[in-house]
């Protein structure tokens, strides 16, 4: 499968199924943050442990209400449950009337609005029972103030419904004087008339009527009188309390534990939405819409020698393949290796390996170094071998031409093989020297059967001598580190190299820093600067007194690249060994 095809199915705007995949990867960048969860969970044990040693105890003691409606008959049925307003009566438990009697009751001199302070009442629901829970530092004093409130409150609603009576029984008063007078009246009638007159009957028929009337009052005045004004009976005594209440110092740092993991996260979040680097091959994917071709481990580089070994050499080897296999590829056999930004140290030691791997696979693979600017190539072969080869300290032109004509120079890869090199030099006029015909014909080199070249140019964002020679050489691999580069910075590659006319084969990501000299403790002279010689080691020769190879420590042959001597090839055929 061609890298073409999968640039055009990141570039294919993504499909439901594809959610669960983009949620674990944004997972997963989060957890690159662990700095700041790490300091939200620990800034919420902190405010968990503050609130617990810093907090008063509080100690709630309870007492709990029956309400009951004035009745005549204690143990007739209950009355119905809606007879009696439960909101009211709560909104009448936390007033200023009960907590006046509570005061009394208590014999303090606290002002009300102090002493209901540590009060709250609550009705659980479908019942007519009123809770009375009064918090205080003393469980003692909590229990005295929750049995004083509680005493309160039946106490005057008792007196609410002895006050109602009264008033009741007061206006039946009021009603029966007159019907005596009139009685009273009737009666001295009566005594006066005849009995059997028809005076004496209707004086008769109005006395009983009168009588009557004086009869339900006195009934009505009976009933009032004799009903139970009690408000309630008190189910649940206020005790004090044995613990405090309140979660608790472990509670309280569990909470902040939670509390702390969420506002880690959050911050994570926002860093991740604010942080223009890229985190992960996906988003290197989706910026560039072109396949990540390789990720090379960290582990076992060795900042002082191109050639690879072990795992990194064989994620090279696997860079090659799948662009040697690939489409898009096969067409030209041309490959631009640049970075976006920074140095140019690690795409070239990503050129030097893969073009090592195409030697590896049988192919004529040529290297040319582009970068006529600061070339490096030549200063990574000394510090690699140990010996400076000839032509890397041969003085440039005067008049600054001459690249790359009569510079291939081949290359022992080492086990994989041997490869053409085409170093860069400093040159007057970069962009002719890029776009002369004689690099062009360097780069046709490619069209030839089996070959492949491999081109090695500055940043693409800091010149624009990799955009002049897209057009020559068409495949572009892009190697970078996710977290140095910015989305922007791979989406403007992108609208470059495909404006350009050229096409985007993948992206090699590392985790080595800008690729700098810098960031490797080595410090890039100035363009003007003269080299420094390069120290020259004694090494064994054999018996024709040609130099062997470099031995290290252990006897082990150095993997680094090396310069052949032309009296080691046959027949002056660079590509048959002896």
């Known amino acids: 499968m061609s890298a073409v095809a999968g640039a055009e199915r990141a570039a294919a705007p993504h499909q439901p199924w594809d959610e669960p995949d983009l949620l674990r990867d944004q997972f997963r960048q989060l957890l690159r943050y662990r700095a700041l969860i790490i300091c939200g969970i620990l800034l919420g044990l902190a ?31 209950p009355a119905p449950m809606d007879r009696v ?21 208590l014999g303090t001199s606290e002002s009300v609005g102090r002493l209901k302070r540590g009060l709250t009442v609550t009705n ?49 008063e009021g009603q029966r004087e007159p019907l005596l007078e009139r009685r009273d009246q009737l009666q001295a009638e009566v005594d006066t008339l ?21 009869a339900e009052l006195n009934s009505d005045i009976s009933a009032l009188r004799a009903l139970d004004t009690t408000g309630g009976r008190v189910i649940t005594e206020a005790a004090p309390p044995s613990s405090p209440a309140g979660p608790g110092l472990p509670l309280l740092l569990g909470l902040g534990y939670v509390v702390g993991i969420g506002l880690g996260l959050l911050a994570a979040w926002v860093r991740l939405v604010f942080d223009p680097t890229v985190r992960s091959a996906g988003d290197v994917t989706r910026a560039l819409r072109a396949p990540v071709l390789g990720v090379l481990p960290r582990a076992g580089r060795d900042p002082d020698q191109l050639l690879a070994e072990g795992r990194l050499a064989e994620e090279y080897r696997s860079i090659a393949f799948r662009l040697a296999y690939d489409e898009a590829f096969a067409q030209r056999r041309r490959l631009l290796v640049v970075a976006p930004r920074g140095g140019i140290d690690t795409p070239l030691a990503a050129a030097v390996n893969v073009t090592a ?11 040319v170094e582009a970068d006529l600017r600061t070339p490096t190539l030549t200063d990574q072969l000394r510090h690699a071998d140990g010996v400076r080869p000839g032509w890397a300290h041969a003085p440039a032109r005067a008049d600054g031409g001459g690249w790359p004509a009569g510079m291939r120079v081949p290359i022992d890869a080492g086990e994989s093989g ?42 693409v964002l800091s010149y624009a001598d990799a955009i002049a020679l897209t057009d020559r050489v068409d495949g572009v691999l892009v190697v970078c580190d996710p977290a140095e580069v910015r989305r922007e910075d791979l989406a403007r590659v992108r609208e470059l190299v495909v404006g350009a006319g050229g096409s985007l084969l993948g ?27 390069a120290p020259r080691q ?17 006897n082990s042959e150095t993997m680094g690249l090396r310069v052949l001597d032309p009296a080691e090839w046959e027949d002056g055929d660079p590509h048959h060994r002896i």
């Open 47 to 77: 405010g968990g442990a503050w609130l617990g040693l810093t907090a008063n105890e509080s100690y709630v003691a309870t007492g709990e209400v029956s309400l009951r409606t004035p009745t005549a008959d204690p143990f007739a049925d």
């Open 85 to 105: 307003a439960m909101g009211s009566e709560r909104r009448t438990a936390v007033s200023d009337i009960v907590a006046e009697r509570a005061a009394q009751t």
């Open 124 to 172: 659980p629901p479908n019942t007519q029972v009123l809770r009375f829970a009064y918090s205080a530092s003393d469980p003692e004093v909590a229990a005295q103030r929750a049995g004083a409130f509680v005493t309160a409150y039946l106490a005057n609603r008792q007196a609410d419904a002895d006050e109602t009576i009264t008033q009741n029984v007061a206006s039946l």
């Open 194 to 214: 005849v009995e059997g007159t028809s005076p004496y009957d209707l004086a008769v028929a109005d006395l009983s009527q009168v009588v009557g009337q004086i």
């Open 357 to 367: 791997a195409f030697a590896e696979m049988g192919m004529n693979a040529l290297l």
């Open 418 to 459: 041997i490869f053409d090199l085409v170093p860069g030099r400093r040159v007057r006029n970069v962009p002719r020297a890029l776009t002369s015909p004689a690099a062009t014909e360097l780069i046709g080199h490619a069209d030839e059967r089996g070959s492949v070249v491999v081109v090695l140019a500055p940043p």
């Open 507 to 533: 992206a090699v990501l590392h985790s080595w820093g800008n690729g700098s000299e810098r960031a490797r403790g080595r410090t890039v002279p100035p363009p003007d600067a003269p080299a420094a010689p």
């Open 538 to 554: 004694e090494r064994p020769r054999d018996a024709r007194g040609r130099p062997g190879p470099e031995r290290g420590e252990g």
